[in-house]
């Protein structure tokens, strides 16, 4: 197998003009660790990193149910793999995750809403004037807004992960083998 030009940067590889990233968020996760090939592009992605990750207003349920989705439809196993495990802290159950990879018009309330919007913003590049009011309703236009720049956010993401062949965080192939259904990008049957 051809190595990837751009593997996660190792602490001796690492630009010690950014050493304060590799302390932060960026040291902690292979996805970040590749971005630093990039060093300019990982110290401007940090900052909207933190709003559309951590502070946008759909909060950490739904963010994840927007991110596992976007994963999903990706074809990305790393980011798919690493939201199966936040959403399993989260608490969600394996059925509210399988439904999450399944099929749209199967889940019901605000799950399919988000899921119905991810699927449009990848399919369309926008989503239609009634799924717009639909989500405004259900969780606010700010949500919205968020939903839409977490699908871009993370699908920049997928095509640098899947690009790159970024290997999946050690910590979270162990997880996975204690669940390796659930952890897989294929549905089960």
Not at 17 to 34: H, I, Q, S
Not at 43 to 65: S, Y
Not at 103 to 126: F, H, Q, S
Request: charged letters at 20%.
């Amino acid at each position: 197998m051809k190595q990837s030009p751009c593997p996660p940067m190792t602490d001796a590889d690492w630009p010690e003009e950014f050493a304060e990233l590799r302390e932060g968020f960026a040291g902690a996760l292979n996805v970040y660790r590749t971005m630093a090939h990039h060093p300019t592009l990982l110290n401007a992605w940090a900052p909207l990193r933190q709003h559309v990750v951590k502070d946008n207003a759909l909060g950490p349920e739904l963010t994840e149910v927007v991110i596992l989705r976007a994963g999903f439809r990706l074809g990305s196993a790393y980011e798919w793999a690493h939201h199966v495990s936040r959403a399993l802290a989260l608490g969600f159950s394996e059925a509210r995750i399988d439904a999450i990879r399944g099929v749209p018009e199967a889940i019901d309330g605000v799950d399919g809403l988000i899921v119905n919007a991810v699927d449009a913003l990848l399919d369309k590049r926008m989503l239609a004037s009634h799924q717009e009011e639909a989500l405004a309703e259900a969780i606010g236009r700010e949500a919205v807004i968020d939903l839409i720049a977490m699908v871009g956010f993370y699908s920049v993401l997928g095509y640098l992960l899947k690009t790159y062949d970024t290997p999946i965080d050690k910590a979270i192939q162990a997880e996975a083998r204690s669940n390796p259904k659930l952890f897989s990008i294929t549905p089960p049957a």
